[in-house]
Nanobody, 122 residues
């Protein structure tokens, strides 16, 4: 599976962005999907993940209530809707996928997108 993330950009604090992750090569439906981010000078951070069926989702406490992960199985895509963005959300965002949900949560997913940059101005 090859993943490609897109949708990043510059937004003012309080604004919204929707990131997209499209899968190529195999059906995305067999894989769990997660989103991670790496802020300048910081370690990669788990943002959230959704199960293969998109029934079960989980988020880090820093984004809970503001970010939402969803999937479109007909388009082989996953999304990260980000609302009420804050300057501390500035980072490069990555989508990741794996047949094992534990690997997604731990950051050990087999498949990663190339990253899309999000900058939130104050």
């Amino acid at each position: 599976v090859q993943l490609q993330a897109s949708g990043g950009g510059l937004v003012q604090a309080g604004g919204s962005l929707r990131l997209s992750c499209v899968a190529f090569g195999r059906s995305f439906n067999d894989y769990h999907v997660g989103w991670f981010r790496r802020a300048p000078g910081k370690e990669r951070e788990f943002v959230g993940a959704t199960s293969r069926s998109d029934i079960s989702t989980g988020y880090s406490s820093s984004v809970e209530g503001r970010f939402t992960i969803s999937r479109d199985f007909t388009k082989n895509m996953a999304y990260l809707q980000m609302n009420n963005l804050k300057p501390e959300d500035t980072a490069v965002y990555y989508c990741a996928s794996d047949p094992d949900i534990a690997n997604v949560h731990s950051g050990a997913a087999h498949y990663w997108g190339q990253g899309t940059e999000v900058t939130v101005s104050s």
